[in-house]
Structure formats: C-alpha cells, structure tokens
Nanobody, 124 residues
Framework: QLQLVESGGGLVQPGGSLRLSCAAS????????IGWFRQAPGKEREGVSTISSSDGSTYYADSVKGRFTISRDNAKNTAYLQMNNLKPEDTAIYYC?????????????????WGQGTQVTVSS
C-alpha cells in the first residue's frame, strides 16, 4: 500500500514562505495524481492544488493561485508545495494525497491514499 509522509510545516510570519514535501514509499508516485489539501480548525478539508501524473498539469484553488506552486520529482518519489506570501488564513494542517483512478481534481473524497498531515501556522 502506498504510504505518504508530509514534512516541512512550521510557524512562519505573514509574508513568509514554506516548502512542504510529500515523500512516498512502497510504491512509486509517477502514476499517481497528487493533491494537496488543508484543514483549519472547525472547517472542512479543502483542496489547495493538484498535479497530474501524465503531463504535469497543475491546478490551484483561487485562494492560493499566484502564491503556491505544486511540483513533483518522480526520481525522488516526492511531491512538493512551495508556499509564498503566506497569510494567517493559510493556517491549517496540510495533507498530501494520491490517486490514480480519477482525473486531477480538488475533491478530497476522490483521493485514496493520504499522509498524516503537517501543521502550518502563519502568525506574527
């Protein structure tokens, strides 16, 4: 079974940057669509970004467009989420997820494999 482990979260001031990593084990990531999701306290899990396995197409939620960049390095079996110009409203637990049964999307229920999450806190 595919296992995903996120890292790179932490406390950052508004306007700062973080890069999250999603490392896969037991299977290779190259045939999976990768999604990044986040969940803030008291809120539903929301899709942030996704990257296709076939052509590397990327998609972003409007709230992060222009600030976040998703990427993948299949040789390292790892996906990334570069987050710039962070805002307090970006504070959440961030999860990576993988799926190969559907076209790239930001619908959490369509992703089968999930990591345990990493906390991102944006505060001065």
């Amino acid at each position: 079974q595919l296992q995903l482990v996120e890292s790179g979260g932490g406390l950052v001031q508004p306007g700062g940057s973080l890069r999250l990593s999603c490392a896969a084990s037991r299977f290779t990531l190259d045939t999976y669509t990768i999604g990044w999701f986040r969940q803030a306290p008291g809120k539903e899990r929301e899709g942030v970004s996704t990257i296709s396995s076939s052509d590397g197409s990327t998609y972003y939620a409007d709230s992060v467009k222009g600030r976040f960049t998703i990427s993948r390095d299949n040789a390292k079996n790892t996906a990334y989420l570069q987050m710039n110009n962070l805002k307090p409203e970006d504070t959440a637990i961030y999860y990576c997820a993988a799926d190969r049964a559907h076209a790239p999307n930001l619908i959490a229920t369509l992703y089968y494999y999930w990591g345990q999450g990493t906390q991102v806190t944006v505060s001065s």
